[in-house]
């Protein structure tokens, strides 16, 4: 069975800095997705960024980057430059080639003026 | 461009009543499907995942059941509503093959009283 641990449930920045969110997770798959999402007050889902095991090279999206350390089975989130409209609860999440997908338990971001 | 629907946006339901929630992508097909539910500040609970018509698999025991009657269609029921079933359901899609990230609905927020 997988699991995915978000340790942080709450954290906090001002404008314009960096926030770090971390997550880890354990499996015995070797294939395997892992993504971030976002759940904004409207509480719809998005996705953030992905990343595919089998790629080294840590994923960035505009001021979103991953730090995926595979051995450790460590999958951070580094917001860059951050605004008010990324306040919001994120979410780590694994997701297997055969479609079984699991959740963390989220970290609520607030970006403080 | 595809889409995903969920209704109704909210419900209240009696304990012991049924329940019936409708999910509808379009815009792609054999489309895999999923159902969450998520308790209030918390992440999300796999239940039930589809990788195809009358393909359903079961995460979690419970008094919930999903059926798909057709390949953009998702449906999650009910005979008699628990106080506990209570929460935000979301469903959520991705293509059969690819990179697995998931779109999620506007979720339906159930009240059972």
């Known amino acids: 069975a997988q699991t995915v641990t978000q340790s942080q449930p709450e954290m906090s920045v001002q404008e314009a800095e960096t926030v770090t969110l971390s997550c880890t997770y354990d499996?015995?798959?070797?294939?395997?997705?892992l993504f971030w999402y976002k759940q904004p007050p409207s509480r719809q889902m998005i996705l953030v960024i992905r990343?595919?095991?089998?790629?080294?090279q840590n994923a960035t999206e505009n001021r979103f980057s991953v730090n995926f350390q595979k051995a450790a089975k460590s999958f951070s989130l580094k917001i860059s430059d951050s605004q008010l409209g990324d306040t919001a609860m994120y979410f780590c999440?694994?997701?297997?080639?055969?479609?079984?997908?699991?959740f963390g338990d989220g970290t609520t971001l607030t970006v403080k003026p | 461009s595809q889409t995903i629907h969920q209704w109704p946006a909210t419900l209240v339901q009696p304990v012991g009543s049924p329940l019936s929630l409708e999910c509808t992508v379009e815009?792609?097909?054999?489309?895999?499907l999923y159902w969450y539910r998520q308790a209030a500040g918390r992440g999300l609970q796999l239940l039930f995942y589809?990788?195809?018509?009358?393909?359903i698999s079961s995460e979690v025991p419970q008094n919930l059941s999903a059926s798909r009657p057709q390949d953009r269609q998702f449906i999650l029921s009910s005979k008699k509503l628990l106080l506990s079933d209570s929460g935000f359901y979301l469903c959520?899609?991705?293509?059969?093959?690819?990179?697995?990230?998931?779109?999620f609905g506007p979720g339906t927020r159930l009240t059972v009283t």
């Open positions: 815009g792609t097909s054999n489309p895999n």
């Open positions: 499996t015995s798959e070797s294939n395997y997705y």
């Open positions: 990343q595919e095991a089998y790629k080294q």
């Open positions: 959520a899609w991705h293509g059969a093959s690819g990179t697995y990230e998931q779109y």
């Open positions: 589809s990788v195809g018509i009358g393909q």
């Open positions: 999440a694994f997701h297997t080639n055969a479609g079984k997908s699991t």
